[in-house]
């Protein structure tokens, strides 16, 4: 079956430092990428949709300018946290789907980020 | 409201019960349902899709969308200790999930008792 893999699984980091989360399909080319994070107790919410060679589109409430989304190839999205702060501590997922018109979406293990 | 409800649980059942999971939602635009299954610090893994209303059976799974009450079941026969997991419920309006991102609920812990 289709593989996403993320790296880190896990990080911490100090207040106002940046991190970056690479979120990578491995045996399939992913035209569209999707970013999602996770509070504790809390259902998935989808921060960004990502496709190939083109700008994020991010969901209302989603900054940005805080939350860097590069996809340059059908095999690599990454995220990037700037100036992190503790509120952002959380569990991000990716998730990639393939082309073709296919309509699953195939999630990654998940990052856990610990700001502190 | 929420857009998406549904109950974190935990349920708990004897092995070999039938369960029953549900999630209510408010935007009719929702076309399209999921199912996922979600173990500790892994991520969601698809169980079942549905369009639209109406039932879908895949072995010991079915899965339930009544549009009209905005209500989606899934459904599992003959459960299994290794079923014990949180399930989420997700939705999308348009192409199952491909161009859209996924709605999801909160999700509910499941626990089958040996």
């Known amino acids: 079956g289709a593989v996403v893999s993320q790296h880190p699984s896990w990080v911490i980091c100090k207040s106002g430092t940046s991190v970056k989360i690479e979120c990578r399909s491995l045996?399939?080319?992913?035209?569209?990428m999707f970013w999602y994070r996770q509070f504790p107790k809390q259902s998935l919410m989808l921060m960004a949709t990502?496709?190939?060679?083109?700008?994020?589109?991010?969901e209302q409430g989603v900054e940005k300018d805080k939350f860097l989304i590069n996809h340059a190839s059908l095999t690599l999205s990454t995220l990037t946290v700037t100036s992190a702060h503790p509120e952002d501590s959380s569990f991000y997922i990716c998730?990639?789907?393939?082309?073709?018109?296919?309509?699953?979406?195939?999630f990654g293990p998940g990052t856990r980020l610990t700001v502190t | 409201q929420k857009e998406v409800e549904q109950d974190p649980g935990p349920l708990s059942v004897p092995e070999g019960a039938i369960v029953s999971l549900n999630c209510t939602y408010s935007?009719?635009?929702?076309?399209?349902f999921m199912w996922y299954r979600q173990y500790s610090r892994k991520g969601p893994e698809l169980l079942m899709y549905?369009?639209?209303?109406g039932n879908k059976e895949d072995g010991r799974f079915t899965a339930q969308v009544d549009k009209s009450s905005k209500y989606i079941s899934l459904f599992i026969r003959d459960s299994q200790p290794s079923d014990s997991a949180t399930y989420l419920c997700?939705?999308?309006?348009?192409?199952?999930?491909?161009?859209?991102?996924?709605?999801f609920g909160k999700g509910t812990h499941l626990i089958i008792q040996p």
């Open positions: 998730s990639a789907r393939a082309g073709g018109g296919g309509y699953e979406q195939y």
């Open positions: 045996d399939f080319q992913a035209t569209t």
């Open positions: 990502s496709n190939e060679g083109s700008k994020a589109t991010y």
């Open positions: 935007n009719s635009a929702f076309q399209y």
């Open positions: 549905t369009y639209s209303s």
């Open positions: 997700a939705m999308s309006g348009k192409s199952g999930g491909g161009a859209d991102g996924l709605t």
